[in-house]
């Protein structure tokens, strides 16, 4: 019997919790021809989740957890995740029931077709503010020019994974994580089904503005090294420009001489070019300071305990 692991990184999710495991036993009840893992993994909850978690296990058998030491983030609470599935396949779900249990019976059906990679596909996006939809689709449009794999919009982390994918994103131990590109960079053989968005049953996101743009931020560098190759560019640009001015002011100042002036196109090319500048150490920066972070080579998490004894 092939056994599936339900994978679902908590944090600070004790409302939602039992209410997804109703949901997902209706679910995973109907298909015992499976061998069903649900494995929990805390990443440092500040409320009670751990205890919620700890007592459906004493419920219910097919429950695991892992508990991390701390809040690692859901990036590496996922790969704690990945380590500890024992699945031949493993499906990401969040906690908050935004992804529909409903959709998992699809994906399985696609694995068993022999797809390695099923991810789901939003229809919709649920409940979430115009300005957060518009950026996100600039965000996947820029994403999507700097690089040749496609990172394809309106899907996340909601999807099934075979063995093959999960021990693949094992062997990548980086700590400045972003999966959704590793899904990309992997391969394999992928195909999506469809699923519309619900709101959050409980809770909060914990995923504010900032936090979304310092995830943007990183999806970037950490994907691709095209900033590094667009400052390349500007710099060239900048320069050919600069150097057809020069000529300019050289012919022009020898033809009809220099009454020293031009102190506000000075003020304007000295600050636009500072401004560039700082720009693109900005970007240099960004990626040496994840050199400085892999450089280290430390672990992605720490576990305080997988299931009790
Ligand atoms: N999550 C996590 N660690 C974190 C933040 C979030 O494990 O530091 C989990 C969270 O419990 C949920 C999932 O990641 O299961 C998605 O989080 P959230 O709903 O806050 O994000 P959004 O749906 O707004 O993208
Ligand atoms: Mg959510």
């Known amino acids: ?24 036993n209706r679910v995973i009840s109907q298909m015992d021809m499976y061998n069903w893992e649900v494995l ?20 219910d058998s097919r429950v695991s957890y892992v508990d991390l030491s701390r809040n690692f ?9 990945f380590d500890y599935a024992k699945g031949d396949a493993v499906i990401i779900m969040d906690a908050d029931l935004q992804h529909p249990p409903a959709v998992i019976p699809d994906m399985i059906q696609k694995w068993e077709e022999g797809y390695d990679d099923v991810y789901a596909q ?29 990172v394809l919009p309106n899907v996340g982390d909601f999807r099934l994974l075979d063995r093959k994918c999960v021990d693949a994103l094992c062997q990548m ?23 519309e968005t ?34 390349t560019f500007i710099g060239i640009v900048v320069s050919v420009t600069a150097f057809v001015y020069m000529l300019f002011v050289l012919i022009k100042a020898l033809l009809y001489g220099d009454p020293v002036a031009g102190y506000p196109t000075l003020l304007v090319i000295i600050l636009f070019l500072g401004g560039i500048q700082l720009f693109t150490i900005g970007i240099i920066g960004e990626y040496l300071g994840k050199v400085f972070v892999e450089a280290k080579n430390r672990p992605v998490y720490f576990v305080r305990e997988y299931n009790e004894k």
């Not at 131990?173 to 699923?195: L, N, P, Q």
């Open 122 to 150: 939003r229809k919709a996006r649920g409940k979430e503010s115009w300005l957060r939809k518009k950026l996100t689709k600039l965000y996947y449009k820029m994403l999507q020019g700097s690089s040749r794999m496609d």
């Open 73 to 81: 983030g859901k990036e590496n609470a996922m790969l704690a995740g």
């Open 198 to 231: 619900q709101d959050r049953v409980a809770g909060e996101s914990s995923m504010s503005y900032r936090k979304l743009a310092n995830l943007a931020l990183e999806g970037i560098t950490s994907y691709t090294t095209a900033p590094l190759r667009w400052a």
């Open 40 to 59: 929990f993994v805390n990443d440092g909850s500040r409320d009670n989740t751990m205890e919620v978690i700890r007592d459906l296990r004493r419920k």
């Open 1 to 24: 019997m092939k056994t599936i692991s339900i994978l679902v990184p908590c944090y600070n999710e004790a409302k939602s919790l039992a209410l997804l495991f109703d949901e997902l």
């Open 173 to 195: 131990r980086e700590s400045g994580r972003y999966t959704k590109g590793m899904y990309c960079f992997i391969g394999f053989r992928k195909i999506g089904v469809e699923f």
